[in-house]
């Protein structure tokens, strides 16, 4: 090696080394945060900035992403007692009961009650979006009732369609399908006019599940439904089968866009917003992503069609994300006061219009666009596995999502999927006894 | 012992003792502790955990369908691997051996598909097998076989071989590289001594190549089964695992019970299986090199 | 292409029709077709990644054009600044620079040390080195955490640095040892009756000898330095540490992806990288001609 070279090399280990004295133990003159939300990245550095201007509280935020890797790193953190003053737990209600359990999330029942501006904290928020992180008393995981996290914004998911290929196929565009038979009725309509019908991340099985369990709380009610999960009614329920047999009605129409069963939400996306589909079933947040791929873009919020009208239709709708305060933080109150300032209204509108999310306090409401706010106003329809006295066991939902994709794929019955997912049920209810 | 061997030995070992360190430290630690937890409950968040036995095990081996399927579809993928993307890394490695206008060039070309990272792949190759704007559809209708349409990647008899299409597009030039380098260092001389003995290409390639080649072949075989078992990353960017479980993986598995469940220790006897499963395939392929070494 | 142009076809101007040189044409010709079409096969998605990266996030899927009419290169502008490339750039060129030339040499002194000496244990500690690559545990993430924790590495660039040069070790180690398998004895013999020792004879003789299967061993090792993010951000939080992978994930919202400017982000990051393969590419040619043949 060339002596130049060498020395080079030599430099670049001592800068690497030099680079490794133990960093600084955790400062407690800033709040630590740190989140996963990369597209609000920039909206929260400058409202961090400017609540150090107002307040003179320094706080220091951290971004990982993607998510899956944000959630690697909370849990690593988690057990070598690190985690920050302020963070968020993604995944399900069981997930977060078990950071709750360890002592890692603490309680903010109290905070909430605290009254300014003439409305608790609570108050300001919606129910909705603050339910997901509440756990009422007698839960099943046995966790102290409660209210464990802030939500930031609201999210609610339902369908949309496309006004100008309604018009274009002779149907009435201020007219979306209300019932199921209305809906199969227009797709036929789109498909005689060579439109591609019904488009969504169905690849992401989580999308099959939320439009599944739309139409099964609509067909059987809410109770019929939580009932399946405590074991009480078998997925061989002619009902659940019924919920099934939607799903091979759609496919036996051609309902769905050629290759929706495996596709990520950004690919349906793209279709959606390049007029390739008049249906998406998707989340309020498409609203923020179709008017960057397509401003001219024609298309309103509407309910998935109804199956029956002996029960509501539901759809999902909750906090998009929501931060907690960590139970040891030597921060805590300081943290807690952040995270009101950051759901009051100012700020809340601030990111809404930032960011197009719905924003978590209602008085912030009135500032954001029409479109988006035609998510929202279905919000009181709105519910969410978090939101369920019981959940599924993951392996039997997966099993009747997977089912679904079979389905669809022309592979198997409705009947069969409901015996596969009666026969992992019955596994894990004997596992459970067992234990 | 003497002086002189005992320097010998521990001279020897100083040659590897800093691989062996590094080791120690940051791969046996972390490998214990999957081992650990894989006899127990956890569920990968909470700061207490049950002992269960073989429980995990003894589900994972006698009572778990899906996590076998897609260990078939993982060894479907490296079969084609093995075959189709290796023998077009070794015959390009052999167009690209021989003096070549603007093989430079080539050698590049070559290996680019892996630079590029898993959501670019992801994209194009989502846009490549679409089912109704696809570039594979519009290609088979311009060639008249528009009969062959369809959504390549939510059918489910093209739904894993798409999958492993773009897997092999995407390895072809690890293969390839290590298969040059291979080529290049088998001494010119040999070559023209065959040749002044009057062989013809193909009788070079066979006598004087291919034995030279073994222990290089070998390396790229098992780098290829080892690499393809643990596909992960397309998957995730094409298909999900789906429709239905056509392209569910190994790793896929182990995630789904780690993250999507919160199975944590399942999830790691899941993959302490899998790791015995690779580390056995790994061996009698190390033995059979042996072998074929010897003859 | 160029190479088309150079392509020599049939020359049918000549009078004196030369059977053996006209096979040779055609040979020469249906090799460089083939070569081209798997060239476009992998340059195919480079360009879409560089042409999407000139459109807008409204025409970036709708405008299919090989080149859009309106090329927007303040894409290339925005994509740096708001990315933050600039302080990212210098830290994965160091961890690239460190890990590399940390697995060339600790990976090759183990390679030849199992290749060329004899000491106790050799095969089970070789077994056991390359058995890294085969145990493929997503759930030792957090195995490594708390171990990085106790050595107060979390957070720090040495606590980034080692787990990749570890990560490194088993494919180096395995690569290396079959080309020092390969490579002949000889001259390493009369290297040490010249009295150099070991490690003289490893650094100054076995190393150049084994050029090509380094430059390998070095791009495989640059690319996945390069595209490393989710062991960032499992060790490292203080953003002047990340590497610039973290830079693109600005553009990757979980909802929202801004496509054009990720694609410039992209072909960003990748275009050291080719540069890097370009030059060392070269030396997996030069290797052995460099080495063995002149002595």
Redesign the interface.
Known sequence: MKPIVRIF?IG??F???A?????AKQDTSAIHV?H??????EAFNELASLYEKETGQKIKL????????????V??????G?LPDIYGVL??K??FA??I???YIANLSTALEEVSDGSTWRGTLFDKALAVNEFEPGNEFGIEPGTYGIPLDVTTIQMVYNKSLYEKAGLDPSKPPRTWEEFIGHASILKEAGI?RLVGGF???WMLDALASNLAMNLMGEEKVFDTYRGKIPYTDPDWVRVLTYFKQMADEKVF????????N??AE?TF??E?AAYAFN?S??V??YK????SLKYEAMLPPAVTDAHPMRIWGAAGGSFVVNAKSLNRDAAIAFLKWLTSEKQQAYLAEKTENLPSNKRSMGKISPLLASFADDMELATHPNLYPVHE???VM?TFD??I??I??G??KPEEVAADVQRVKE?VEAKRRAA | MTFQSFRKVTGSYLFIAPAVLLFATFSLYPFLKVFQLSVTDWDGISNSMHYVGLENFKDLWTDNPVFWGSMKNAFYVTFIALTIQNFLALFLALLCDREIKGGNIYRVIFYLPPVLSGIVVGLIWNWIYDGNYGLLNHLLQFIGLGDLQRAWLSDAKTALFSVAVIHMWKGFGWGFVILLAGLQSIPRELYEAAKVDGANTWVVFKNVTVPLMIPVFILVSILTILGTMQIFDIIIATTGGGPGYHTEVPITRIVATMIGSSKFGYACAMGVTFGLILLAISMIQIRVSKMMKQV | MQINHNTPVLDTSRVDFNYERARKNAVSFFVHLFLIFVSVGCLFPLWWAFSSSLKTQETVFKDLSFFPKDPQWSNYYYAWTKADFSGYFLNSLLYTVVVVIGVVIIASMAAYAFSRLQFWGKNFLFLLLISTMMIPIPGSFIALYVLLNKLHLVDTRLGYILPQINGGLALGIFLLKTFFDDLPKEIEDSAAIDGCGRLRTYWYIALPLARPALAVLAIFNILAVWNEYLLAMLVLSSKHLMPLQRGLMVFQGAHITQYPLLMAGIVITVLPVLAVYLVLQKHIIKGITAGAVKG
Do not use: H
């Open positions: 090399f670049l280990m800068f690497s080394i680079g490794c004295a133990p960093s740190w996963w939300m990369s597209d609000r990245e951290e971004l990982f992403a993607p998510s899956e890797a944000y959630s690697q790193r849990k690593a953190s988690a057990q070598t690190t995944g399900e069981r997930d078990s950071f359990r360890s002592g591609p690849g992401e099985i866009v050629e290759g929706a069963v495996t596709m990520v950004k690919t793209q917003a390049n390739r989340g947040w498409c923020n992503v960057g791929m397509n401003p066991d993951p392996s997966e997977k089912g994709q079979s669809l794929i592979e198997k596994k």
